[in-house]
């Protein structure tokens, strides 16, 4: 099955920096890629996807890339805010919608 | 639309008790899915179904049963609590596959 792998765990950084997070997966099959933003205590929600047949998506201060050949995406979020502190998940799934998730990265950003 | 609703909110069990976990959606989706969250483990998928009368198991499914006999609901059982399924629960659907998934508001389940 599919297994995907996400880095970092954790990143701190300062407002108005730039924050990357990136995955990887295992399955070639995969076709569709959701980034969810999970505050604290809170369900985790949808922020930008991106399909395999795009290599990027970006919506105001994020931003998706996709390497299908090397099985790697990443979350590019720029000019960061203190709002933007929360766990952020990548995940993938092929067809029957079994999405397979990342471990997580928690992002502080710091005032 | 209420969405995706998940009963309860929290839940506190001893070792060997049963119990079932509620999820229902008003949004007339085919898929439904229940994730675990563990810290620093992600979202792991216990069992999902893409319709009604169908569920299959996904990457953690022992100790948990699931039916899905209507189109809203999805309800999770857990056969016999065990302290290693302290968890918070996360039910979630979508219309179809590689289609945004929309998540309840979750379950914190302890067992002691």
């Known amino acids: 099955g599919e297994n995907v792998e996400q880095h970092p765990s954790t990143l701190s950084v300062q407002e108005g920096d730039s924050a990357v997070i990136k995955c990887t997966y295992s399955d070639s099959a995969s076709n569709y890629f959701p980034w969810y933003k999970q505050e604290l205590g809170k369900r985790p929600q949808l922020i930008i996807d991106i399909r395999s047949n795009v290599g990027e998506k970006k919506d105001q201060r994020i931003a998706v890339t996709l390497n299908k050949t090397a099985k790697h995406f990443s979350l590019h979020i720029t000019e960061t805010q203190p709002e933007d502190s929360a766990v952020y998940f990548c995940a993938a799934t092929a067809a029957g919608n079994k999405l397979t998730f990342g471990g997580g990265t928690r992002v502080l950003v710091k005032p | 639309n209420a969405g995706v609703t998940q009963t309860p909110k929290f839940q506190v069990l001893k070792t060997g008790q049963s119990m079932t976990l509620q999820c229902a959606q008003d949004m007339n989706h085919e898929y439904m899915s229940w994730y675990r969250q563990d810290p620093g483990m992600g979202l792991r998928l216990i069992h999902y179904s893409v319709g009604a009368g169908i569920t299959d198991q996904g990457e953690v499914p022992n100790g948990y049963n699931v039916s899905r006999s209507t189109t809203e609901d999805f309800p999770l059982r857990l056969l016999s609590a065990a302290p290693s399924q302290t968890s918070v629960y996360f039910c979630?659907?979508?219309?179809?596959?590689?289609?945004?998934?929309?998540f309840g508001q979750g379950t914190r389940l302890t067992v002691v």
């Open positions: 979630a659907s979508s219309y179809s596959d590689g289609i945004e998934a929309f």
